[in-house]
């Protein structure tokens, strides 16, 4: 994002500010799935060797779900920034605020869930390991 013209130095900055932030969120759940996919990988292929298949695959679909929720959460503190951002281009914002805009303050919103960088990606794992689990006995 970058900041509007017809704004005063402060608040260029803070935008600048708010713009990094968002930037970040997003890298950090580029960096989240690179981690998830030879984890994951590797767990399901130990699982297809017949040794601790069963652990293996279930070691999996902990992985799975474990960096599936740090993903969404970090999806969702990305939409909260981008909302603040709108919020300070608006002027609805008092300067130098740099608190997601996130009224429920849970982990992540469900909703978040739905997200087409969530399920497709996370759910195809899951049903990969599902799959695994009910091929193996």
């Given at each position: 994002m970058t900041a509007p013209t017809g704004f005063s130095d402060d608040q260029r900055l803070h935008l600048e500010l708010l713009s990094s932030v968002i930037g970040r969120m997003s890298g950090a759940s580029s960096t989240i799935k690179s981690w998830t996919v030879p984890v994951v990988t590797a767990?399901?292929?130990?699982?297809?060797?017949?040794s601790q298949a069963e652990a293996a695959a279930w070691l999996g679909l902990m992985a799975v779900v474990l960096f599936g929720v740090l993903d969404t959460y970090y999806l969702d503190l990305e939409r909260g920034y981008i909302r603040r951002f709108k919020q300070a281009v608006s002027g609805d914002l008092e300067l130098f605020d740099m608190s997601p805009d996130r009224p429920d303050r849970g982990l992540f919103r469900f909703e978040t869930l739905r997200s087409w960088a969530i399920w497709p990606f996370y759910g195809t794992l899951v049903g990969v390991g599902v799959l695994i689990l009910v091929v193996l006995p």
């Open positions: 767990a399901y292929g130990f699982s297809l060797t017949g």
